[in-house]
């Protein structure tokens, strides 16, 4: 069997758990969280990160260090992960969703300036698939409009856009340590801060709204509430783990990369033949191979595709259904413009099998049973 994902550990992470163990600090922001803080920082060149328990709660310490309030609109694309809506739906504002683009399947920058409102208060790209959005258009956007940007970088760890990290070039960028993402700690985030007027207020809102960090750094002589807040920050075993991911996170890259590599070389004669669409790279994006995904002709019967795999053992996924068309999404977003593109992509995409230790034999395989699929259709 070719199952979808398969974590990949790196042999240190029980190690430092048991570190951690044996030291007896076991709660937030303890060494092994300043580890990955200051590797994080060094790698991003962000102002400050900080570790939180999910991408989904940095995204919500966004939401708060923004201070969005009800009827706010935040515009961000349909095509993505219901965090990205949900963070500020909590509170109180109205998602705009916008189509993306027909290559990346990211926004599509074009269409952002006309979903501007008097209620606009944030644009939210999402990077998909470690591609990075079109970032220099969006901050120009964002500057004209006196608008923030938050970076939906779940996907993107190690991936850059004309050199910079993703997450490092809107005003918030939102990590994800999740089983599913490249570098894993199970589950866990990280808030990157790029401006250095929100370093305090993030640090306050991630320890329940007190000036608990502070604190320990010896800065006041006790920590109160300041605002409002929440327990945004992992423990020290998620910590432990992440370390041991983070140190071999260039390692685990170039893995990935030289798979999807293989990917994109064997698909390309079905490709050639009109059978499937495979990832496009604009130059100016470095990807971090977090997915391989093929798109299908509309005429095809996607679901069909991914049975006839799995009667072969081959596990593949579609991915999002897109927000505009959920149930929660009617209710409580809106919609600016034609969601054709949206609509059209997310029904035809499939995402193959990518892991850290999946074999050249095993996606001959699969490429050989997808031709053959292919072909009988």
């Known amino acids: 069997m070719i199952p979808f994902n398969k974590a990949f550990m790196t042999g240190k992470e029980l190690h430092y758990i048991s570190e951690a163990h044996f030291n007896a600090k076991l709660a937030g922001d303890g060494p092994f969280t300043e580890h990955c803080h200051s590797w994080l920082e060094k790698n991003s060149h962000s102002a400050r ?199 071999e996170a260039d390692s685990i890259t170039q893995r990935r990369l030289l798979a999807w590599d293989t990917y994109h070389q064997y698909l390309e004669p079905l490709e050639a033949q009109g059978l499937l669409r495979r990832p496009i790279i604009p130059a100016e994006c470095q990807h971090n191979a977090h997915m391989y995904y093929i798109l299908l002709p509309e005429h095809q019967d996607r679901q069909a595709v991914i049975d006839g795999l799995k009667a072969q053992q081959i596990n593949t996924v579609f991915h999002y259904v897109p927000l505009h068309s959920s149930p929660a999404g009617q209710k409580l977003a809106r919609v600016y413009g034609n969601m054709a593109i949206t609509d059209s992509l997310s029904a035809r995409l499939i995402r193959l099998p990518l892991w850290v230790g999946l074999s050249q034999a095993q996606q001959e395989r699969l490429t050989e049973v997808l031709t053959n699929l292919l072909k009988a259709f």
């Open 49 to 247: 990160v900080l570790l939180t328990n999910s991408c989904t709660a940095a995204l919500e310490m966004a939401a708060l260090l923004l201070e969005i309030e009800p009827g706010d609109e935040v515009i961000m694309p349909s095509y993505t992960f219901v965090s990205t809506a949900n963070a500020f739906v909590l509170r109180g504002a109205v998602p705009v969703f916008v189509d993306i683009r027909p290559d990346t399947l990211n926004i599509d920058e074009k269409l952002i300036e006309e979903a501007i409102t008097s209620r606009t208060k944030a644009i939210v790209p999402m990077h998909y698939a470690g591609v990075a959005c079109e970032m220099d258009m969006i901050m120009a956007i964002a500057g004209r409009h006196g608008l923030l940007v938050v970076e939906d970088a779940a996907q993107g760890v190690m991936a850059k856009y004309k050199g910079k990290a993703l997450g490092s070039i809107g005003d918030l960028g939102a990590y994800s340590f999740h089983e599913t993402k490249n570098v894993i700690s199970g589950e866990g985030g990280a808030l990157l801060v790029n401006r250095a007027n929100f370093i305090r207020h993030a640090e306050i809102i991630r320890e329940k709204g007190t000036d608990r960090s502070r604190f320990f750094r010896g800065e006041v002589d006790k920590y109160t509430w300041q605002s409002a807040g929440s327990s945004f920050l992992p423990g020290e075993l998620i910590a432990a783990f992440l370390w041991a991911q983070l140190q």
